[in-house]
């Protein structure tokens, strides 16, 4: 898969349970990015009507393609949900050791 090492790693916390999912290509492609990515599946995965402080609401860390590259500033991830104050998807990155650690963790 080039630059995406193919996996998603869900997490819920209220349940207490995680489990791996083969990364869409096709999504990987369409919407490049952890932002583009990461702000997909929030649109896609839940109501617009919820409550951003409900257990129902995403955290999204994602990465992308370049990341844990040689690439400038490659050492991104991003972090999406839904706001609490605009109510819309809002989205802050960082850098560091995280980013690439995310990438090449062992989800397999």
């Known amino acids: 898969m080039n630059g995406w090492i193919g996996k998603i790693l869900r997490v819920n916390l209220t ?47 994602a990465k ?3 990341t844990g590259t040689s690439a400038s500033a490659a050492g991104r991830y991003m972090a999406i949900t839904k706001s609490p104050l605009t ?13 690439p650690e995310l990438k090449f963790a062992d989800l397999i």
């Open 15 to 61: 349940k207490g349970e995680s489990r791996k999912e083969d990364l869409d290509r096709k999504l990987a492609i369409q919407f490049i990015g952890g932002r583009g990515l990461g702000s997909k599946i929030l649109y896609d995965e839940i109501d617009s009507k919820i409550d951003p402080f409900s257990p129902e609401n995403k955290l999204i860390l």
């Open 87 to 99: 109510e819309t998807i809002d989205y802050s990155n960082s850098g560091g050791h995280f980013g």
């Open 64 to 66: 992308g393609p370049l």
